[in-house]
């Protein structure tokens, strides 16, 4: 595997797609066990997590379960800071719902918890989430999700769906930015 170059900036090779296999079947297995005997909402968030949500809702192999897709409105910017303001795109009716948040990385924690909130309105039976990668030093609010494939350290990667400023999210491995 070679270096990327994205913006004049270098990343070099993180996780490989084999390694992201393995995790993405481990979760499965365990979402499909504790979610055997129910009819779960996979909510992806919009638009880091679409590899990820594809990948994990088939391994999941659950007969009764459904997807559908949101998307924060947020304010720009390029810190993960920024204020989340609304949901945009949820159709289904959640209340009384088994929903399972699918994000692609947990950083602060801010988007993860203004989603729980927000979420927490419509009266779902219960709100649990799946988070492909996790930071946990970077974690300003909330807790850790049910959840986590890999824990990593305070780190800018890209790949599988993670972007920088919308390109690299179709490489298949994941990459961090490269120390000079
Ligand atoms: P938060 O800080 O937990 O609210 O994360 C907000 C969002 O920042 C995530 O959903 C990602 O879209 C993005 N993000 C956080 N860390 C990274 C990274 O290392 N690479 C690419 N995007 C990231
Ligand atoms: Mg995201």
Redesign the pocket.
């Known amino acids: 595997m070679e270096e990327v170059t994205y913006q004049g900036l270098t990343f070099e090779p993180y996780i490989r797609r084999e390694e992201i296999a393995k995790q993405v079947h481990r979760l499965a297995q365990e979402i499909k066990r504790d979610y055997a005997n129910e009819k779960p909402l996979f909510l992806c ?1 919009l ?3 679409f590899i990820f949500a594809a990948d994990l809702f088939r391994a999941c192999g659950l007969h009764d379960a459904e997807i559908t897709f949101i998307r924060f409105k947020s304010y720009e910017g390029m810190e ?2 920024g204020t ?1 303001k609304e949901i945009m795109g949820l159709t289904e009716d959640i209340e009384g719902r088994n929903v399972l948040i699918v ?12 989603l729980r909130k927000e979420l927490a309105k419509y009266n779902p039976k219960s709100v649990k989430m799946v988070s492909l ?1 996790f ?1 946990p030093e ?2 300003t609010i909330g807790e850790a999700p049910e959840y986590v494939g890999f824990k990593i350290p305070s ?4 790949g599988y769906g ?3 400023d919308g390109l690299a999210r179709n490489l298949a491995d994941i990459y961090v930015l490269k120390e000079k």
């Open positions: 968030v638009n880091g997590s993960s800071t989340v994000e692609d990385i947990i950083d602060s924690g801010v988007t993860a918890a203004q990668l930071k970077a974690l780190k800018f990667i890209l993670l972007d920088l």
